[in-house]
Every structure is written in structure tokens, then in C-alpha cells.
């Protein structure tokens, strides 16, 4: 009997060890199942936990129909520092919390304090002394027609001993230098008529001037420009924070750069350094689509833009990039391919320029997958 019994006792233990739960766990199967449904989104794995994102309609604010005018396609290049050679399979997409919902485009973002700390701090960089601030607040018409003030600030400038500085809700800084902040006689600082290499010289001379304000590690500079319909290269002076990482390098592009502008006499006449991520709020890096699946979509009809003309063949498709859309009328602030198309109506679309001159159309896929959208019929609407 008692050898009846070890034999029992022998096979229930052998049962428990090879086909029961792990002793050395001590966790019985429906509690290893459990655990496994509790950890089957990964942490590190982005895709399974982003959430599906709205784009934004596109509010074009400027003549042109959002279009450029050059003599060629070479003309349109720029210093855009994405390559279409790079392999990105991501990119950041942002919640703007500057974002207007009116569509007006009001400032929104900084609080008064926060933007008077930015203009304190601003003059002890510069060594100015401010004598007055005055406050910009929305405003409503009145019965009369007049404005009545409103409760909100969404600038404030400063008097100061040399110019006046703006601090904007939207995290924008502007230092206005009505005299002008001359530049040594070799330097040529202008935005018509001067040489690619005299730009590029007094731009790195700038540069060093206000590196403390910039507060860049690596300033990267940026010489470049557009053409207006007489035919004129007109030229933009811009510094950002370059990186050896290439979508930091995108970021300081499109959001987070300052701009230099001359007056008509050579001098230095504002500095306006824009911070379009004051604000912002990072959603998730978005698997994107190729450029050649972009325009796969282009010649499909799936794009935004301002312009009265579909794009009818890809020979119209003079050049492509990848740039983030920014401002308060930008919700969500996503990377777009940005396709310039050589437009065959310009005259009848009042788009002439001095002869020999094509206007180009500007025409915006988003490049976030698919999946990751809202489709056409659940409210991405394309114009």
C-alpha cells in the first residue's frame, strides 16, 4: 500500500514539473497570459501607440496663389538641409499650442510673464536699457466701430536706449534698429545686387556679432532667396542650430532660426528669431512615405494647395522637398512633401512675370502614412 502511494505521489510530481506551471516562478499559467496581454505593446515600439492625427487645412496668406515665379527649375533651389537621398523612415509631429482656431491667425502661446522675461532677458544680453513697454491685447469692434480692448496679450514691445524689442505670444523675439546697426565698410549686406559670396561674408559676420544672443551651438547659416515678377533675385539671411542630426537639422529650418534683414543703406535694420515649437507638444515620430510615393498622390489628386490648376503630368514637376508647415493656422504641425509645379495657364491665372519667367505652383502631400490619418471621407479635405 505504502508503495501504492509513492508511486502516486512520484507521477503527480513529474505531471506538475513537465506539463504544470514553472516552480521556479511560481506563477500559474493564467497568470503568465495575463501578463503577456498586459506587456504586448512595446514601450520602445512608437507605431502601436500612435494615435491617428487630423491635417490641417491649408490657409494660404499672400498673393500669388501660393505660388513662385523663376527663369528654370535650378532656380527654385534652396538650403532646405533634407536630402531625398536620406533615409528617414520617421518624423516628429507636434500639437501646436499656438494654433488660432478662429483661422485668423492671432498670436497665442506665452503668457504676459513669460514674455516680458524674454525681453528682460533679451536686453541684459544686448546691453539695452529699457525705458517703456507698452502691451498688445486682442480687441473687439465696438457698436461705434471703434476697438475695445481686449484681455489677452499677445505682444509686448520695449522702448529701449537702441531700438525696441517685441516679444510675441508665438515665442517670436524682433529687435528693430530704426538707425541701423551698421556693417564695416568690405562687407556687402544686402537683399538685391550683391554676390552669393558677399552675402555669405556678411552673414558670418552677423553671426559673430549676435552668436551670444542666437545662443547657438553650431550656427548654421543660410544664404538664399526668390525672385519677384521684375525679375529681381531677392535675397534672405537666416541662422539655425545645426546639428549632426538630420532631423534636428529639419527642425531648426522650419521652426527654430533667425533672420537678418538690411535696409536700404547696407545696415543691419532687425533681427527677428522665431521659435515655432515654443509651444508645441511632440505627438510621436510618424512613419512617413517616400517622395516617390508623394507623388504618386500628387498626380492622383491628393494634395493641398492655394492654386486653381490640378497637376495633370509629372513632367509639370519641376522639384520636391520635405518642410514642416508653421504658424498659428497650423494645428498640428506634421512634415509635407512640397512639390513646385511649372504652371501651364500662368497669364490666365494672372501669374506673369517679366518675360522669360514661369510661375511655379506650390503643392503640399502630407507625409505621414496613410494609416496614421484621417482619410478624405473621415475629414482630410484637399483644396
Keep these: ?52 492625427i487630423v491635417v490641417p487645412d491649408y490657409q494660404f496668406q499672400g498673393g500669388l496663389y501660393g505660388a513662385v515665379m523663376a527663369y528654370n527649375a535650378e532656380n527654385l533651389e534652396n538650403e532646405n538641409p533634407w536630402q531625398s537621398d536620406l ?33 528682460t532677458e533679451t536686453a541684459e544680453v544686448l546691453g539695452l536699457e529699457i525705458y517703456s513697454t507698452k502691451l498688445g491685447t486682442n480687441a473687439t469692434k465696438g457698436m461705434d466701430g471703434g476697438l475695445i480692448p481686449g484681455d489677452m496679450v499677445y505682444r509686448i514691445t520695449a522702448d529701449t536706449n537702441n531700438g525696441r524689442l517685441i516679444a510675441e505670444a508665438d515665442g517670436t523675439l524682433i529687435y528693430n534698429i530704426p538707425t541701423g546697426y551698421p556693417l564695416p565698410e568690405e562687407y556687402t549686406f544686402a537683399s538685391k545686387g550683391n554676390t552669393e559670396e558677399e552675402a555669405e561674408a556678411a552673414l558670418g559676420y ?19 532667396g526668390s525672385y519677384n515678377r521684375s525679375g529681381q533675385f531677392v535675397r534672405s539671411y537666416r541662422v539655425y542650430d545645426g546639428s549632426s542630426d538630420h532631423v534636428e537639422n529639419m527642425l531648426g529650418y522650419n521652426f527654430c532660426y533667425a533672420e537678418f534683414s538690411p535696409d536700404d543703406e547696407g545696415n543691419l535694420m532687425m533681427i527677428r528669431i522665431r521659435n515655432g515649437l515654443t509651444k508645441g507638444e511632440k505627438i510621436g515620430d510618424y512613419p512617413i512615405i517616400s517622395v516617390e510615393e508623394a507623388q504618386a498622390k500628387l498626380l492622383a489628386g ?38 513646385y509645379v511649372e504652371l501651364s495657364n500662368a497669364e490666365g491665372l494672372l501669374l506673369s512675370g517679366t518675360e522669360g519667367m514661369k510661375a511655379y505652383g506650390i503643392y503640399y502631400v502630407p507625409a505621414v502614412q496613410d494609416e496614421y490619418i484621417f482619410s478624405q471621407e473621415e475629414g482630410l479635405q484637399y483644396q
Design 87 to 119: 533615409a528617414l523612415a520617421t518624423l516628429p509631429v507636434y500639437q501646436n499650442g499656438c494654433y488660432d482656431p478662429s483661422g485668423k491667425g492671432a498670436l497665442y502661446g506665452l503668457s504676459e510673464e513669460e514674455m516680458m522675461a524674454k525681453l
Design 302 to 339: 491628393e494634395y493641398q494647395t492655394s492654386v486653381p490648376a490640378s497637376v495633370e503630368d509629372i513632367s509639370s514637376v519641376a522639384k520636391a522637398d520635405l518642410v514642416y508647415r508653421n504658424g498659428a493656422t497650423e494645428e498640428t504641425l506634421l512634415p509635407y512633401y512640397r512639390f
Design 206 to 224: 552677423l553671426a559673430e556679432c549676435f552668436a551670444t544672443l542666437m545662443d547657438y551651438d553650431d550656427p548654421e547659416m543660410i544664404v538664399e
Design 1 to 52: 500500500m505504502n508503495n501504492i502511494i509513492v508511486v502516486l505521489l512520484l507521477v503527480l510530481l513529474s505531471g506538475l514539473f513537465q506539463g504544470g506551471f514553472d516552480i521556479e516562478s511560481e506563477t500559474p499559467p493564467f497568470a503568465m497570459e495575463e501578463a503577456g496581454n498586459e506587456n504586448k505593446v512595446n514601450p520602445n515600439s512608437s507605431s502601436e501607440d500612435l494615435s491617428r
